[in-house]
C-alpha cells in the first residue's frame, strides 16, 4: 500500500507549487546548483568549514560511466545532488574514493524502498529546520 505524505496537505507557497507541478520532488538544474552552493565540509587543517567545490554533472557522468554504475531510477539532477552531498559529508571518511562515491550514488538513487523525491525532500527538511529560506520562483 502507497502512502500520501503527511505534509500533503499543508500550504504551500505559491511559487513552490509551481516549481513542484513542473519538477515534483526532484532537483532541476538551478535548484541542485543552489544546493550546492550551501554545502559545506569541515577543513581538518582549519578546523573551520568551507564550501565545497562543486562536481558537475558532466564530472558525475564520467565517474559514473568510469566505474561501469547504470542508474535506473534517477530523475533529473537528484544524482548530482547525491554527488554532492557524498563530497561535502562522507568523502574520504566513510566513503573512502571516487569508485565508492560512485557506488554510493547508485545506492542513493536506487534505493529500492525510498519514495519518490526523497533527495530533494531530505534536503527541503534540512533547509526548514536551518531556517534557510528557498527562493522557489528563481528555480524554475
Known amino acids: ?66 566505474y561501469g554504475i547504470k542508474l535506473e531510477n534517477n530523475v533529473l539532477y537528484d544524482y548530482v545532488y547525491w554527488a554532492n552531498q557524498c563530497k561535502a559529508d562522507l568523502f574520504k571518511s566513510s566513503v573512502s574514493d571516487e569508485a565508492h562515491m560512485a557506488l554510493y550514488i547508485k545506492d542513493m538513487v536506487d534505493d529500492p524502498d525510498a519514495p519518490d523525491g526523497m533527495a530533494m525532500c531530505m534536503w527541503y527538511a534540512k533547509m526548514n529546520r536551518a531556517g534557510e529560506p528557498v527562493e522557489w520562483d528563481e528555480m524554475l
Open 1 to 66: 500500500m502507497r502512502r500520501e505524505p503527511l505534509d500533503i496537505r499543508d500550504r504551500r507557497p505559491e511559487e513552490m507549487e509551481a516549481y513542484l507541478s513542473h519538477f515534483g520532488w526532484h532537483f532541476n538544474k538551478k535548484m541542485c546548483e543552489f544546493a550546492v552552493s550551501l554545502m559545506k565540509k569541515m577543513n581538518p587543517s582549519t578546523g573551520k568549514k568551507e564550501r565545497i567545490e562543486p562536481i558537475s554533472k558532466e564530472k558525475v557522468d564520467e565517474l559514473l560511466t568510469r
